[in-house]
């Protein structure tokens, strides 16, 4: 473990019979590198396939097989690590890590051990409003495991290696995160990061990330204590509830008198505790040592540079573009980047209109809805371009505010051109200062007595506002309704 | 006609070039030889002489359209540790049951696609795991030679002991074979044949069951230098699918054997003088030198200092890889199972009864030395000796362009006369191990015969990548010391 630890956040802290705790975790993350091919043989990754699908000959370790390193999980494992502001190591070595295993048919996993392709870097995470960057301690390359399937037979186990060979980075962070939420707000990030590159689709349903995590407790300011590892973890909902359930049995052992041992343990969500799996003891030597059948994997600054120079815009840094060019407040902004094709999405919409505005619409109407109904924005019934119609048609005053969420409902079921929509169905606002006259002479001549209340009390006025918009069935431009309300009644 | 197997690989080609005879004629030749010999010789484990046949069928049709291929209608050997696509595959263990891989390795490969006949698949040491052949899952290889008015059965060496014998039977014109530790050159030496492991990654390593991946290399055992130079040159190729071969050119071995030695100079290393050597092979050596300074070569002595360790390091390094390569026969996907009561069972049972006692020992070796605790002692060591032993050679090329050791520190030897002491056994590789834990081309020459009349070998080891050289000096001492052959072909009796 790390001897340098960040300082506890405040407001972290764990109550407990003997005082205040401090819970410290770090995280291993599984991601599955997006690459149509396994990390050294050409078989092909797609999920849900038939079992045994998708194997090669060296994915099923006949003899003979040699394995290939696969250059595009390279360049996903750097683009990664760029993504991460690590330390890329132009040299780097893969290791054989030995045990005996159905689901392993090599009986060893290629990983990278004491020589990984990507060293140190940083991620800046955001919990309730608080800034606070965590380490990232390594990322390396591996090989995946295949799949053990323990209900289909009374006796015998069945082995699907769909999934054995397929490329993995194991991304480390160091101790820093101090509870629940940071940990979530950790992994909700990371995976934004993997999302923005295109190096991991962050699909924690199918597998394609998963987290073990690292739990201690101690009082603040004291050494780390002993660690537990929860493995496998799926969901950011369990990670939390994961870390809460580890930090408060081990708090609870200690208290009582008790030691940790340090061990690797299950999280049971049904039951919300977690479960010893094996212990220290248990632990296998896995015999690590440099796989002779592949060179150290090498590449030039140069291949580094050119990665770097095609790398997307990052989230952090398009939060504080969006907040500059947009003037976007902070909450905004990192709403709108949470999500790459949304960050686009609202591009699309902001693109030579009112940021603010724009921002109000993507985040309110459109991503309200979407929520609501439960579509991504990827499968959002309404356009960016529709959206756009609808604030432009605000913006040059053909429609109120209130007519454009109505426009909106319509533009959702239907679908449609808004400007279109407006002009067919005589949605288009009232601004013909005549018409307008009219009704508000007629509205005056009908209520003396509200005539002679508002000339005492002039907020009674929203009320002449709203007759007026009601005998013009909503069409009336509000603003000049108010106007001429205001001269008629010599208000001012 | 005269018989066909006395012929070298080189010899039928140019015969069946003229039309002297029909590759049908050439293979049917051998396919009875082996008939008569192999229940005594036991150097093939598989015969396939139909395929031979219509191989053999297909190369006269390729030959009288003048579209022959440089091994049209050869008749080859084919080491059981080499993947044939539908034919068994072994390794000579017992593990591997009836396996037959749905693949060809690269370099067999390469040999038929130069129109090359297959006969069948030989013998070898267990998992190449031996130096006399005798761990074999189908028992021992006999040596085709004997001592002098003996009718005791020599060793044909290991691990490569089917391919040695059956070239120096006659059984097949040449044969490939592989080697760790020795595994081609002593065998050679052992059996009066031509032997070269070349350069670490001139050979794919793709569809050749691993032993030891870092040492592993594949080559011939032929009847002739020439011979050797022909094989060499069409099973060594870059191979996208082996990231250990190199992208080099193939040169034309045969013509750069032809440039002579004059002004080649030879290193003799004093190292190699080993404690308990024979004053045969002392003398064998000397003769060695003798030839090539006749022949126009310089003679320097030189110094390998790290020599002593090299063998105590492949003990290690071979053993640790072995012992992962060697994971895999589990006996979930292939090959032998003995089933147990639940999964742990099964694999203990599996690989208890599929695996021989010398494959037992040195999985049980390469894992100590790589457990938690040892690694840094024993593997990581082993390493730097490795990097120590290269950088002898690296210093050496400095002075001089090929080095001549004797291959074996004796001659071949009775059946279990070494099988019982392993340490013994082990220093039949002193001489070949350094060559292998250095990534350089090495090959046994045979240049004379012991006091009891068996055949002896001596060594060239070149530069990387330079087996060219090889064959020059491996050509000097052949044409010195002329080629020798039993002199009693007893097991066609």
């Known amino acids: ?492 | 006609m005269t018989d066909l197997t006395k012929l070298t690989l080189v010899e039928a080609r140019d015969g069946l070039a003229k039309k002297s005879f029909s590759a049908r004629d050439l293979t049917s030749a051998h396919i009875a030889a082996i008939e008569r010999a192999n229940a005594s010789i036991n150097a093939f484990v598989l015969e396939t002489p139909d395929r031979a046949l219509a191989a053999a069928d297909a190369a006269d049709r390729n030959i009288a359209k003048g579209t022959a291929r440089p091994l049209e209608g050869l008749p080859l050997g084919i080491k059981d540790l080499f993947c044939t696509e539908g034919v068994r595959t072994t390794a000579c263990s017992r593990i591997l049951d009836d396996f037959k891989p749905t693949y060809e390795s690269t370099v067999t490969r390469n040999l038929w696609d130069a129109g090359a006949v297959m006969l069948g698949k030989l013998n070898n040491d267990e998992f190449a795991m031996g130096s006399s052949n005798e761990t074999s899952a189908f028992g021992p290889v006999v040596n085709p030679w004997r001592r002098r008015g003996s009718d005791a059965k020599l060793v044909p060496g290991g691990s490569s002991g089917g391919s040695s014998a059956a070239v120096a039977a006659g059984l097949c014109l040449a044969a490939t074979a592989t080697d760790t530790g020795g595994s081609i050159r002593q065998p050679a030496a052992l059996t009066g044949t031509v032997g070269i492991k070349p350069t670490y990654g001139r050979c794919s390593r793709w569809g050749i069951v691993a032993f030891a991946s870092s040492l592993d290399q594949a080559g011939p055992i032929t009847k002739t230098v020439e011979d050797a130079a022909l094989m060499l040159s069409v099973m060594a190729s870059h191979d996208p699918k082996d990231t250990t071969s190199v992208d080099q050119p193939v040169p034309d071995y045969a013509a750069l054997m032809r440039q002579g030695v004059k002004g080649l100079r030879v290193g003799v290393p004093k190292e190699y003088r080993v404690d308990g050597m024979s004053k045969e092979i002392d003398t064998l050596w000397q003769t060695g030198i003798d030839w090539l300074k006749a022949a126009g070569a310089t003679i320097k002595e030189i110094t390998l200092p790290h020599t002593k360790y090299a063998l105590p390091a492949y003990y290690i390094v071979a053993p640790a890889e072995a012992s992962s390569n060697l994971a895999r026969y589990d006996g979930v996907r292939y090959g032998l199972r003995v089933p147990g009561k639940d999964l742990i069972d099964t694999y203990e049972n599996t690989r208890a009864a599929g695996f021989g006692k010398e494959v037992k020992r040195r999985v049980l070796i390469g894992t100590y030395v790589l457990s938690a605790g040892y690694y840094d002692a024993y593997y990581l060591k082993a390493q730097k000796v490795r990097t120590l032993i290269k950088r002898d050679f690296d210093r050496a090329w400095n002075d001089v362009d090929v080095v001549l050791t004797p291959t074996t520190p004796s001659p071949a030897f009775a059946f279990g006369e070494k099988s019982g002491d392993p340490l013994a056994m082990y220093l039949e590789d002193i001489f070949t191990v350094t060559v292998n834990m250095a990534g350089l081309p090495g090959i046994s020459v045979p240049a004379g015969l012991s006091a009891e009349g068996t055949p002896l070998g001596l060594q060239l080891i070149g530069k990387p990548f330079d087996e060219g050289t090889l064959f020059r000096a491996a050509k000097a001492i052949e044409d010195a010391a002329g080629r020798f052959t039993p002199a009693d072909a007893w097991w066609l009796t």
């Open chain 1, 1 to 492: 473990m790390h001897d340098k630890v960040a300082a506890p956040s405040n407001g972290n802290l764990i109550p407990g019979a003997t005082g205040d705790w401090e819970v410290v975790i770090g995280m291993e993350v599984h991601a599955q590198v997006n690459s149509r091919a396994k990390l050294f043989s050409g078989a092909a990754t797609a999920f849900g396939a038939e079992p045994n699908a998708h194997v090669s000959l060296v994915d099923a370790a006949m003899p003979g097989m040699l394995p290939v390193i696969n250059e595009e999980c390279v360049a996903q494992a750097v683009r990664t690590g760029l993504g991460l502001k690590a330390q890329i190591n132009l040299k780097s070595i893969f290791d054989r890590k030995n045990y005996f295993y159905p689901d392993l048919p090599q009986g060893y996993q290629i990983s990278q051990y004491k020589q990984p392709i990507v060293g140190e870097g940083e991620i800046e995470i955001e919990v309730d409003g608080t800034a606070k960057t965590v380490g990232i301690e390594r990322l390396h390359l591996e090989q995946d495991a295949g799949k053990s399937i323990h209900d289909q037979h009374p006796e015998y186990s069945y082995v699907d290696l769909n999934r054995s060979g397929v490329a993995l980075m194991e991304i480390v962070s160091k101790p820093d995160l101090r509870s629940a939420k940071e940990a979530q707000a950790y992994v909700t990030k990371l995976r934004t990061i993997l999302r923005y590159l295109g190096t991991c689709d962050g699909d924690m349903e199918k597998g394609n990330l998963r987290a073990d995590v690292n739990v201690s407790v101690r009082k603040p300011g004291a050494p780390l204590g002993t660690r537990c590892e929860i493995k496998n973890v799926n969901s950011i909902r369990f990670i939390g509830q994961a870390v809460d359930v580890e930090a408060r049995r081990q708090i609870d052992i200690i208290e009582d008198g008790g030691k940790i041992d340090q061990e690797t343990r299950l999280f049971d969500p049904g039951k919300g505790e977690t479960r010893s799996m094996r212990s220290k003891e248990e632990a296998h030597d896995y015999r690590y040592f440099p796989d002779p059948d592949l060179l150290p994997l090498e590449f030039t600054e140069d291949y580094v540079a050119h990665l770097r120079h095609d790398l997307p815009e990052l989230p952090d840094e398009k939060k504080a573009r969006f907040m500059a060019e947009y003037g976007l407040a902070s909450y905004d902004a990192s709403v709108l980047v949470a999500e790459r094709e949304r960050a686009d999405y609202f591009q699309a919409v902001a693109k030579g209109r009112d940021g603010k505005t724009a921002a109000n619409w993507v985040i309110n109407e459109l991503l309200g809805r979407l929520n609501k109904e439960g579509h991504d924005i990827a499968d959002s019934p309404v356009s960016a371009d529709q959206v756009g119609g609808i604030v432009d048609l605000i913006a040059n005053g053909t429609i109120s505010g209130k007519l454009a969420k109505d426009l909106f409902e319509i533009v959702w079921s239907e679908g449609g051109d808004p400007a279109e929509i407006v002009e067919t169905r005589g949605m288009k606002q009232v601004t013909d200062t005549g018409a307008i006259e009219t009704a508000v002479d007629a509205v005056i001549a009908a209520n003396p007595d509200k005539v002679e209340q508002v000339k005492a009390k002039p907020s009674m006025i929203g009320w002449f506002v709203g007759q007026v918009m009601k005998a013009s069935g909503g069409k009336a431009n509000p603003q000049a309704v108010n106007e001429i309300l205001k001269a008629k009644l010599g208000l001012e």
